[in-house]
């Protein structure tokens, strides 16, 4: 059948509209070859003729009604531009959906709505899922690259291009956002945060509102994000492309400059801002010149907040944030200077000297003012070698500003690029792989277009012709794959006007040499142009407008545009003259000499070039063209070398209008962004792809012969050559049949023309049966009506019911508005009541600070006089604590000597018994081999007399035979006797020859096992030495690159200090000369900020920062209780001198903090002095470097004798022939170690206590005097049945019974007998009058059962087991809590304090019970979408639930493998019966039960309802009847262990109700009334979207309608919709879990059994 068969009466097609683009119209007559005309009824009812002078005049048919709104454009029987548009208009505008899929590329349409569609939920929807299985959504994208990446470990690209307005940058940001949570394991760490929290500020200081967009990016950025080998998040990189520096100092009309100026501008009367001296936008020339300085919806003030957060975020200090502010501020600043013109001819240009601005961007930049104004208005020539200085004219000038703040704004981005790349690069390990997301400028073409556009549409042309090639070949291995015998299709390739543009002598190679040229301009690179592309060698893409000289045209492949050559030198160029670059080099801001500096050093200038009197170097001459086409082509090798992934973001209308869509501008849009040529690719090939498992089961009833789904292929071949009789419309693959453009509707057709013919015959057969049955029919109708009557009578009652609700809805709300009005009144009122007092505050505060500077002479004496006394105190505390110190460190450096001396002893007596077990063996051995010489030697003189007597006999046989030869022919005969004699002498001879024979082989063999042994033992001592050597290795490598990053981290914190302790330094100097110049001049005191600083540490050298230098101090558990050194000085240079005690020393808090941490007893009457604290802190610092001396040198004693037991093990080892022996040594050796590490610990801790009590006693002597008291202990109460535990065994106790007691020792005890017994032992602890340690006791098994449940938290049963302990012990806990009310005749309340530890096991008990959720539910989460979605098992179902669409994978995805397990419900109700099985052992409660398996229940529901709402394929009756069934298995699970209470059934009803809804009618008013009333469970949004996804399945049933769907909406817009009104459920929503308190028994030793596999025997019953 050939495609003009289907112009048939009733086709559908398209022809051209000059409005709508495309308009659908119906055929009314067939259409035979050689008419001239076709009669067509339009979609408004009008009837036209449409002209065909050819077959090629014909308009395009349409689409089959089956494939409207298919998700994937490829997927399309007839592949054209009104098939696409229309597509994607139904999608947007009928489904709400913004995504389609257009084979490899995702064609996102800008809804211009927030959409809940990007939440925790939907990522945790799309992650792990298979593309082809879920809607189209820019997530599938990202969740499409990470798989490829993680599974092929090759590196990808996410390429999102479009139109300003379209959606790039947003699309990028959930990209970035879905990696963020995804390869951040669902929380994020540092990392992820860093590279969310470069968006707001790329966002702030590269967007700007332009009139197509409010959130435009006006530069182009690559983000390369690494992964590591898990495939989390390790680090990132940016890369940007050509920033639009003109916006700076010029905007157009209704545009704005970048956010970041405005965002400055609204925080104004901010503290922290107000020295930058700004006012409102409208103030300064920069930001007003586009008219609009407020964005509709935005806050500039908290979008200035969001910045400095992921400032903060990424490691910016507020200190370099403010710089950063001062440069952007002063930029505005710099417009604002007022240049004039003077001279007679104005050629002469000047500044004000009192020119405001001028002056606040010279102070916040920090540069000479004057030499400023000079060279703005001058600049610098070099004439036969002189130096001339020239004026500019006032034009010249003002241009020359302007480039300077771009400039300076330009450099500002990069050093915040270079900036955001530090802190996002990886300090862990080098990425394994990475996915970059190139959000670049779509194509562009406005009435005016300069330089900027020609250079974003020359990207965009190499992007095109990257985008081409690349699904061309994925077309071609699709073919390839499927051996397919194709032709070579043809693309368009735009590589002619690329060549055009960067090719020899091409458009930019012209505009850099006429940049070159000294008087170059803009229309003489057009004359060259001209000359060049028109007149030398014409060129296709180039052209000239007829009504202009200075502009040319180009062909884009998306567009023609025209481009005025004003400017295009200058921006080039993008020049600035050099004196004014070295003033701000000699700037006093660093970070503004740190900008230029970076600049001079640089190789080139970035982004521009800088112009001075004299001939600039080479480096200088790079211009933007240049680099712009550098940058282009590292990002097109970049591209290159990953596997891209595609975004065209379309806008659809210039309006901004909430989905509305615009024919035009969408198809300019496609036809630019390269989605109508991926059309085209995809039409010239084989468009349609099916297997042959689905083209049977769709189309089975066009085939003849036996129907069986095994001989699927075998019957497409044979068959259907009948049903398309062009060989050429379609082709055989391996596993898919392919078809050409239309034959598919072909195929439709001749189904529906089958399935109506069997239509007729049933209906014959049907009208006879339906008049036999018609009396029952009637019957049955009787008791229908009454069951509608009862169904009306019900659903008033529910009407009823709903009008209630909603009449106390509207009282809550009457009374809220109330309330909220009275809180605005009051707020208002506190408000003025707060500004009032803060004037009043302000005023008071400014009258103390002139009283304090009236102050300031009295001071100086007084200052003076305490320096000298506190100088007196320091140096005689300082002399008595050497003498103290020093003294006791000898004493102990004594006992630690003789100490030495004693291990030392005790290794060689070690050592001696070693040496005598080695002599012995040696002994051995070389007895051994002495014995072996011997038998070798025995053994050799055997053979030899062996072979003696063997010779002996020959020659007495061979004398015998020549005298019997000589004797036989005349001597006598011999005798018997002599014979007999002869014989028996051969015998014995033969018998000793035998025995000898079998002694050697003994010997030899003896000889061979005595050398196997000896190789062996060799072998063995060989392998021993080798693996103590490599031990010895692996520990020495281990301790040295730890004790190399201590080093070296060390290093950095000291030159760190080092560095700010020279800034201080320099800027006291700095103080102290201007206030001697000060004296000078004016002969007055000095200020206070010139004074001695009292707290000055005695030497720089008094605290040195060495990599040793951890004094017990800084180990100390209270860092905080002194201030460091840099601290005391940063507040004494810039602070006055009673904030200065105040700051530092009047806390005495932290004082009473330290002495509570020492065990120093304190006294709270005695007051702390500050001179006395001053003082301590003096002689702790003096004692600290004291202390640091003496700990090197016992470590570097440890260090030595580590180094001779190691060199006595290696020389044992090489001696030894004992592996047994040498392994003894190695674990006396670790022993030892160890036991210095712990007494190293023990020492250290000592020498801080007692180091630091000592010194504290002699600053407060009063202070030690004072004994603490000690409170009253409580008499014991006489409690019995009680477990004693002494104080040594408790650590034992808390180690056998908790942390390392083994999971089926555990599992085999009774429920709670650890919490029982460890409670038993508290109770004795508290019986016996010792609080404090039961207190400890308590609190250390509360810490170990935390860390046990850390330890397994991936086991279901161990998890279950603490948590049954837990809840035990606190229910034990509160029983006897002192608050709790009991019974003194049975139970004896504990005496300490239980509520601090009663809430700590409180909160462990909810974090046991979430832990054994989150194993649960881990488990769960790849089992429940293939268990309750894809499970088939109802027989019968399957064959008809086959895909009826004819949408295709991703080209090179493979079907999925034939023959695998099919998923069943029976692995969700096996983990859900590991769970009961585990809580029903440890005896949990029902309720704790119930309210765990209704969370469960509530996740397999959102999972699977989540899945069902993103999956068209699921959408369906038999799908939905499926689902239904799976759910009734779990239910029947859960009523048959008694777990239907609770709210458990509840949590299914949205799912049960989604199954129903796939079931249930769809057509009439009726359908939809229905589906209103019993879908309560569903919000509105989801039941759209399940009617929208609906799809027929095996032509039983119709797709939706659209006008049932809006009826469906209307009345759900009526009812009250209590249900949350985003689409997808939250999956991680978690119900508050209560833990019922039941009394526990009371609890006696003698009921326990504890069994001997604890090893706690050393409990006793007290």
Avoid at 307 to 322: I, S
Avoid at 576 to 594: D, G, P, T
Avoid at 1398 to 1407: A, E, G, P, W
Avoid at 1566 to 1578: F, R
Wanted: glycine residues 4%.
């Amino acid at each position: 059948m050939a495609t003009l068969e289907l112009y048939t009466k009733g086709a559908s097609v398209w022809v051209p509209d000059p409005e709508s683009v495309w308009v659908s119209a119906q055929l009314l007559q067939n259409f035979k070859p050689g008419e001239k005309q076709l009669l067509l009824r339009l979609h408004d009812g009008n009837e036209v003729h449409h002209p065909v002078g050819s077959l090629s005049d014909l308009p395009l048919l349409g689409n089959p009604d089956i494939l409207e709104g298919e998700n994937d454009l490829t997927a399309l029987s007839f592949l054209h531009e009104p098939a696409v548009l229309h597509n994607l208009r139904v999608r947007f505008l009928d489904y709400s959906s913004i995504y389609t899929y257009c084979g490899i590329v995702l064609v996102a349409i800008n809804p211009y709505e927030q959409l809940p569609i990007y939440g925790e939920e939907v990522i945790d929807a799309y992650s792990g899922q298979d593309m082809a299985d879920m809607e189209p959504h820019i997530f599938s994208v990202a969740e499409e690259a990470y798989r490829t990446m993680t599974r092929e470990e090759k590196n990808q690209s996410i390429i999102i291009s479009g139109e300003s307005g379209s959606g790039k940058t947003v699309s990028a940001k959930f990209t970035m956002r879905y990696f963020a949570v995804v390869g951040g394991a669902a929380q994020q760490t540092s990392v992820e945060e860093r590279v969310l929290a470069s968006n707001p500020i790329m966002e702030s200081m590269g967007n700007a509102k332009t009139t197509r967009n409010d959130n435009s990016s006006r530069f182009g950025k690559y983000i390369e994000i690494g992964f590591g080998r898990k495939g989390d998040i390790i680090g990132a990189n940016m890369r940007t492309y050509l920033l639009e520096k003109s916006r700076v100092v010029f905007q157009a009309s209704s545009e704005r400059n970048y956010h970041i100026f405005y965002q400055l501008c609204a925080s104004r009367d901010l503290p922290e801002m107000r020295a930058l001296r700004l006012n409102a936008p409208g103030h300064f020339r920069y930001t007003n010149q586009g008219g609009d300085e407020q964005i509709p919806g935005t806050d500039d003030l908290s979008d200035l907040e969001h910045t400095r957060n992921a400032f903060t975020t990424l490691g910016v200090l507020p200190d370099q944030q403010m710089e950063l502010f001062r440069i952007i501020s002063a930029v505005l600043h710099l417009g604002n200077v007022n240049i004039q013109a003077s001279g007679r001819s104005s050629d002469r240009s000047y500044i004000d000297a009192e020119d405001h601005a001028l002056a606040v961007f010279s102070k916040l930049l920090g540069v000479e003012r004057s030499q400023m104004a000079h060279w703005l208005c001058h600049r610098r020539l070099t004439v036969g070698g002189e130096m001339l200085v020239k004026p500019i004219t006032g034009q010249q000038a003002q241009e020359a500003r302007d480039a300077l703040a771009k400039h300076i704004y330009g450099q500002l981005f990069i050093w915040t690029v270079q900036r955001l790349n530090s802190a996002l690069r990886s300090q862990r390990s080098k990425a394994k792989s990475f996915i970059g997301v190139l959000d670049i400028y779509g194509f562009e073409t406005f009435q005016w277009n300069s330089f900027e556009q020609f250079c974003i549409n020359y990207a965009n042309e190499k992007l095109q012709q990257q985008f081409n090639r690349h699904v061309f070949h994925l077309e071609q291995e699709e073919y390839v794959r499927e051996e397919l015998a194709w032709n070579r299709i043809e693309f368009s390739d735009n590589q002619q006007c690329i060549n055009l543009i960067e090719g020899q002598l091409g458009m930019f190679d012209l505009l850099d040499e006429e940049c070159r040229m000294p008087k170059g301009s803009d229309e003489s690179w057009v004359l060259k142009l001209y000359d060049q592309h028109l007149t030398s060698k014409p060129h296709a893409h180039f052209k000239k407008p007829r009504m202009s000289n200075s502009a040319f045209i180009i062909l884009h492949f998306a567009d023609t545009v025209q481009y005025e050559c004003s400017g295009f030198l200058d921006k080039n160029r993008d020049t600035v003259f050099e004196e004014l670059i070295n003033i701000l080099k000699a700037s006093q801001s660093e970070l503004v000499a740190e900008l230029f500096q970076l600049q001079g050093n640089a190789p080139f200038v970035a982004n521009g070039s800088v112009r001075s009197g004299k001939r600039a170097t080479r480096e200088h001459k790079l211009t933007v063209g240049f680099q712009f086409r550098q940058s282009l082509q590292m990002l097109m090798d970049t591209l290159n070398s990953t596997t891209p992934h595609y975004i065209r973001c379309i806008k659809p209308n210039d309006l901004k209008e909430a989905f509305m869509f615009d024919p035009k501008r969408t198809v300019q849009q496609l036809r630019a962004c390269g989605v109508l040529e991926t059309i085209r690719i995809s039409a010239a090939g084989y468009p349609s792809r099916w297997t042959y498992e689905e083209f049977f089961s769709r189309y089975r009833i066009l085939l003849r012969g036996p129907q069986n789904q095994a001989q699927a292929q075998a019957l497409c071949r044979r068959y259907l050559p009948e049903l398309i009789p062009d060989a050429d419309q379609y082709c055989f693959g391996k596993t898919k049949v392919f078809f050409r453009a239309g034959q598919v509707a072909l195929l439709e057709r001749l189904r529906s023309e089958r399935l109506r013919a069997a239509a007729v015959i049933i209906q014959s057969r049907v009208k006879g049966w339906l008049g036999r049955v018609k009396y029952s029919r009637v019957r049955w109708a009787a008791g229908t009506i009454q069951r509608f009557s009862r169904g009306t009578l019900a659903r008033r009652l529910a009407l009823t019911l709903r009008y209630t609700k909603a009449a106390l809805v509207l009282q809550k709300t009457f009374r809220m508005l109330l309330v909220r009005r009275l809180f605005l009144v009051i707020r208002q009122a506190t408000v003025t009541i707060q500004a009032f007092t803060r004037g009043t505050l302000a005023r008071r505060r400014h009258s103390q600070l002139v009283a304090e500077r009236a102050a300031v002479l009295l001071q100086a004496r007084v200052r003076g006089w305490l320096a000298k006394r506190a100088y007196r105190r320091v140096r005689a505390a300082v002399v008595f604590m050497q003498c103290c110190v020093r003294r006791k460190a000898s004493r102990r450096e004594l006992l630690k000597l003789k100490a030495e001396a004693r291990s030392v002893e005790r290794y060689r007596e070690l050592n001696k018994g070693m040496e005598v077990k080695l002599m012995q063996l040696q002994l051995r051995v070389d007895q051994e081999v002495r014995q072996s010489a011997a038998l070798n030697e025995t053994l050799s003189a055997e053979r030899e007399a062996a072979s003696v007597e063997l010779e002996a006999l020959r020659s007495i046989i061979q004398k015998l035979e020549n005298q019997k030869q000589e004797k036989l022919p005349t001597g006598p005969v011999v005798s018997e006797k002599e014979v007999e004699e002869r014989r028996r002498a051969e015998e014995k001879a033969a018998q000793k020859i035998l025995r000898l024979t079998e002694e050697l082989q003994t010997l030899q063999k003896e000889k061979d096992d005595v050398y196997i042994e000896k190789m062996d033992v060799s072998a063995r001592l060989l392998e021993q030495e080798k693996t103590q050597q490599e031990c010895v290795r692996q520990a020495v490598l281990q301790a040295s690159a730890a004790l190399r990053s201590e080093l070296d981290e060390e290093k950095m914190k000291y030159q760190g200090l080092l560095k700010d302790f020279t800034r201080l330094e320099q800027r006291y100097d700095n103080l102290r000369e201007m206030s001697l110049l000060s004296e000078r001049g004016k002969g007055h005191r000095r200020t206070d900020s010139s004074q001695s600083l009292i707290f000055e540490p005695l030497s720089p050298s008094s605290t040195p920062l060495s990599p040793q230098s951890l004094t017990p101090l800084s180990l100390s558990p209270f860092p905080s209780a002194f201030p460091s050194p840099e601290a005391v000085r940063r507040i004494s240079v810039t602070s006055p001198t009673e904030e200065r005690r105040h700051s530092v020393w009047s806390s005495d808090t932290q004082m009473e903090q330290l002495m509570e941490k020492m065990d120093v007893p304190k006294d709270p009457a005695v007051k702390m002095k500050r001179e006395d604290l001053e003082l301590a802190y003096d002689a702790v610092r003096v004692a600290n470097k004291f202390l640091e001396r003496q700990l090197r040198q016992q470590h570097h004693g440890w260090e030595e004798e580590l180094n001779a037991l190691r060199s006595q093990l290696s020389q044992a080892a090489m001696c030894s022939s004992s592996a047994a022996q040498a392994q003894d040594l190695w674990e006396l050796l670790e022993a030892r170690e160890q036991e210095c590490v712990r007494l190293r610990r023990e020492l250290k801790e000592l020498k801080t206590t007692v180091s630091l009590r000592r010194l504290l006693s002699h600053v407060f002597p009063s202070a030690l005097t004072t004994e603490v008291c000690c409170p009253p202990q409580l008499k014991p109460a006489a409690v019995s049945s009680s477990l004693e535990c002494r104080k040594r065994d408790e650590t034992k106790l808390i180690k056998n019974l908790i942390t390392d007691i083994r999971a089926d020792v555990a599992l085999s005890l009774p429920p709670g007998l650890p919490a029982r017994i460890l409670f038993l032992c508290v109770r004795q602890a508290d019986c016996s009058g010792d609080q404090g340690r039961a207190r400890s006791l308590c609190s250390a098994a509360v810490t170990a059962m935390k860390a046990v449940t850390k330890k397994h938290i991936n086991d279901l049963h161990m998890t279950a087991l603490w948590l049954e302990n837990v809840c035990l012990l606190h229910d034990l806990l509160v029983q006897h809590s002192p608050k709790q009310s009991l019974d003194p005749d049975e139970l004896v309340p504990l005496t300490f304090d239980l509520s601090d530890l009663i809430r700590s096991l409180s909160d462990l008990c909810i974090q046991s019970y979430q832990q054994l959720l989150c194993i649960t539910e881990t488990h769960l989460q790849k089992l429940i979408v293939p268990a309750l979605l894809e499970s088939e098992t109802i027989a019968g179902l399957s064959s008809s639930a086959v895909k009826m669409g004819v949408s295709r994978k991703r080209a090179g995805s493979d079907p999925k493998p034939v023959g695998a397990e099919a998923p069943t419900m029976a692995p969700v109700l096996r983990e859900l019966g590991a769970l009961h099985t585990a809580l029903l052992h440890q005896a949990l409660p029902q309720s704790l039960m119930e309210q765990a398996f209704r969370q469960l229940t509530h996740f397999i529901c959102a999972c699977t309802l989540n899945n069902l709402l993103l999956r068209k394929d699921m959408c369906c009756w038999s799908r939905g009847l499926q689902i239904r069934y799976n759910v009734s298995l779990l239910e029947e699970w859960l009523r048959s262990r008694g777990l239907q209470a609770g709210g458990i059934m509840t949590t299914l009803e949205p799912l049960i109700q989604a199954a129903q809804l796939l079931q249930v009618g769809k057509k009439t008013d009726a359908d939809a009334q229905a589906i209103v009333h019993t879908c309560t469970a569903l919000s509105s949004k989801q039941i759209v979207k399940i009617l929208t996804l609906y799809t027929p399945h095996s032509g039983l049933d119709e797709k939706v309608s659209l006008n049932f769907i809006r009826t469906v909406q209307e009345l759900l817009r009526g009812c009250s919709d209590s249900q949350p009104p985003q689409l997808l459920v939250d999956v991680r929503r978690a119900f508050p879990v209560t833990f019922p308190y039941s009394p526990p028994p009371v609890v006696s030793a003698e009921g326990l059994v504890i069994p001997d596999s604890l090893k706690i025997s050393f409990l006793h019953r007290a």
